[in-house]
């Protein structure tokens, strides 16, 4: 598996990004794809998650009014869709694959544990936004 994102770059308070993360060499049947961040100084935090085998979405608190994820599933591609952007939503973004899903998430039911860093296997490199 294969994850590479990209879309992150320097953008003024109340600005927009949409971040990409391209999948390639995915053979698991249903699995989760999550966007995560990680600020300076600060703990990695999941953003937003997508369930494929439901095509169910979850997201963080802080990201439900202003970030959208979303996926293109021919080309397997997750997209963030982030508006309103403050200096707060400064960090590394970082796409992820879970490729088996807890029990919860496949009976359509995501919360913040959909969003557990060590349920994922496979890490894309970052992509970086700061916002000033």
């Known amino acids: 598996v294969q994850l590479v994102e990209s879309g992150g770059g320097s953008v003024q308070a109340g600005g927009s990004l949409r971040l990409s993360c391209a999948a390639s060499?995915?053979?698991?049947?249903?699995?989760?794809l999550a966007w995560f961040r990680q600020g300076p100084g600060k703990e990695r935090e999941g953003v937003a998650v997508?369930?494929?085998?439901?095509?169910?979405?979850y997201y963080a608190d802080f990201a439900k009014d202003r970030f959208t994820i979303s996926r293109d599933s021919a080309k397997n591609i997750l997209y963030l869709q982030m508006s309103r952007l403050t200096p707060n939503d400064t960090a590394m973004y970082y796409c992820?694959?879970?490729?088996?899903?807890?029990?919860?998430?496949?009976?359509?039911?995501?919360?913040?544990?959909?969003?557990?860093?060590?349920?994922?296997?496979?890490w894309g490199q970052g992509t970086q936004v700061t916002v000033s």
């Open positions: 997508w369930y494929t085998g439901s095509d169910t979405t």
């Open positions: 060499g995915v053979t698991y049947s249903r699995y989760s």
């Open positions: 992820a694959l879970d490729p088996a899903p807890l029990g919860a998430v496949i009976a359509g039911v995501l919360n913040s544990e959909s969003l557990n860093p060590k349920l994922y296997n496979y």
